[in-house]
Nanobody
Framework: EVQLVESGGGLVQAGGSLRLSCAASGFTFDDSTIRWFRQAPGKDREGVSCISNSEGSTDYADSVKGRFTISADSAKRSVYLQMNNLKPEDTAVYYC???????????????????WGQGTQVTVSS
């Protein structure tokens, strides 16, 4: 059974940092691509950052470039999102999602992602 479990969300002041984790199980980790999405109340879901575990390539939304860093630890079957210099507009539920049985670059559209975690709330106060 494929599972993605996010953790690390919370409440932080603007300018602060959080590190989100996505623990994956039930599929071959190195044959996957994992993307972080976020959704704020009343707003569309947004792709934040992605890592291809087969290629090691990454991408970032313009809104988070220079502040967020995505990484993966194959031994721990986990993907991390280090979020620095957080802003109130980063407030959202953050989800990790995976494309499994896939070796290739990150794909942008949510429809490509087979499995999703339950989400973790990130709240940034001003």
């Amino acid at each position: 059974e494929v599972q993605l479990v996010e953790s690390g969300g919370g409440l932080v002041q603007a300018g602060g940092s959080l590190r989100l984790s996505c623990a994956a199980s039930g599929f071959t980790f190195d044959d996957s691509t994992i993307r972080w999405f976020r959704q704020a109340p009343g707003k569309d879901r947004e792709g934040v950052s992605c890592i291809s575990n087969s290629e090691g390539s990454t991408d970032y939304a313009d809104s988070v470039k220079g502040r967020f860093t995505i990484s993966a630890d194959s031994a721990k079957r986990s993907v991390y999102l280090q979020m620095n210099n957080l802003k109130p507009e980063d407030t959202a539920v953050y989800y990790c999602a995976a494309i499994t049985n896939y070796r290739g670059r990150c794909l942008e559209l949510a429809l490509y992602y087979d499995y999703w975690g339950q989400g973790t709330q990130v709240t940034v106060s001003s």
